[in-house]
């Protein structure tokens, strides 16, 4: 398999477990901020935020997986260009409106599908580009010899 090919397919599978990880991480702490509430922007407010914050276990399966993300995106950043990581990632954005729909039953109007749509567009668009163009940063690090 020529490099370049590996390259795009490990860049692609980094892009897809922080698009997963992004996404499950913000739905978990979206349902686990939707029992504890509306947060009240006051001294006693913000303790009883923080107390029933720090023992909800879908926050910290969320925050988890958004740990998750930041390791696949550190990762994918260390040899990808920052300027395809970040819009190829935009798919997640899309992927995040229709888990709203389906798991949080929110409604979406039409407007919204259609940035949806060019969203996805502009994902294609890079997707289509390589991954890596600075040369002087594609060298792949030399392995220290057995």
């Known amino acids: 398999m020529g490099n370049e090919l590996r390259i795009r397919i ?16 913000d739905l978990m702490l979206k349902r686990g901020m ?20 720090i023992t909800n276990g879908t926050i910290w399966i969320g925050i988890a997986f958004l740990a998750g993300f930041m390791l696949s995106y550190m990762t994918v950043l260390s040899w990808a260009d920052y300027s395809y990581v970040m819009p190829a990632g935009a798919f997640g954005y899309a992927l995040l409106t229709l888990l709203a729909v389906i798991f949080l039953h929110e409604h ?3 407007r919204r599908w259609i940035g949806v749509v060019l969203i996805c567009a502009g994902v294609l668009l ?8 600075t040369e002087a940063l594609a060298r792949e690090p030399r392995q220290a010899a057995a």
Request: glycine share 8%.
């Open 10 to 25: 490990k860049t692609l599978v980094m892009i897809l477990a922080m698009v997963v990880c992004a996404n499950v991480g």
């Open 34 to 53: 939707t029992k504890i509430g509306a947060v009240e922007i006051s001294q006693s407010g913000l303790q009883h935020a923080f107390l029933a914050t």
């Open 108 to 110: 979406v109007s039409p």
């Open 126 to 133: 890079v997707g289509q580009t390589r991954p890596r163009t």
